[in-house]
């Protein structure tokens, strides 16, 4: 029962943050919306930035149950790792707010709790998707899969900052298709192209 408390809070939170960013709310307006009073709060999670860590804890681990729906579906390495591009970058759609930067230079536990998942999470999972694409013959046979899972996570590192595309400014989501749709399909064979027709089209 607790846990379900928790991961109503957390989501609520969550949603919060989505709608109105992280730097904006103090802890106490937190407190209040999540019907708490502040020493309640307190007991609970300890200080805001303990309750950004989990939540962002909470959304790694729905992106990862999300994933893997995803790939149950799919037939091939090409198709998985596509759906994997469109899915963050619907992530990226559904949070116009969110703020990484202000996670990064004030909640620096979240930001670091990010980039763990992007390194033990994401960049073995990219690698796999490459090497299996090569394999098949999906994605072109001189390509260095770990090295290009490198590039796509710096990639998605260029669309964060904020000194290149400043968000009051630029639509992340937009920069995330324009840099990440041509360059995956240069990474393609013939056969690859043609097999993500529909995911480039999502993208």
Request: proline share 3%.
């Amino acid at each position: 029962m607790e846990q379900v408390l928790l991961h109503q809070l957390l989501d609520k939170a969550n949603s919060l943050f989505l709608s109105v960013g992280l730097g904006i709310v103090h802890e106490e307006q937190l407190a209040a919306a999540l019907d708490l009073t502040h020493l309640e709060f307190r007991n609970q999670f300890n200080s805001k930035q303990e309750l950004i860590v989990q939540v962002v804890q909470r959304n790694i681990t729905r992106q990862q149950h999300e994933h893997a729906e995803l790939f149950a579906n799919l037939g091939t390495p090409i198709e998985c790792l596509l759906a994997l591009l469109h899915h963050s970058l619907q992530e990226l759609r559904r949070s116009p707010h969110y703020d990484y930067h202000v996670m990064r230079e004030q909640y620096p536990q979240a930001w670091d709790t990010m980039q763990d998942f992007l390194e033990q999470y994401s960049y073995p999972l990219l690698t796999r998707l490459l090497q299996e694409g090569i394999i098949e013959g999906q994605l072109r046979a001189d390509l260095n899969a770990s090295f290009i899972a490198r590039i796509m996570l710096a990639q998605f590192g260029l669309i964060l900052n904020e000194d290149i595309f400043p968000p009051d400014h630029t639509n992340q989501a937009d920069v995330y298709r324009n840099i990440f749709f041509y360059y995956v399909r240069g990474l393609c064979t013939e056969e690859g192209a043609r097999l993500a027709t529909t995911h480039f089209a999502r993208m």
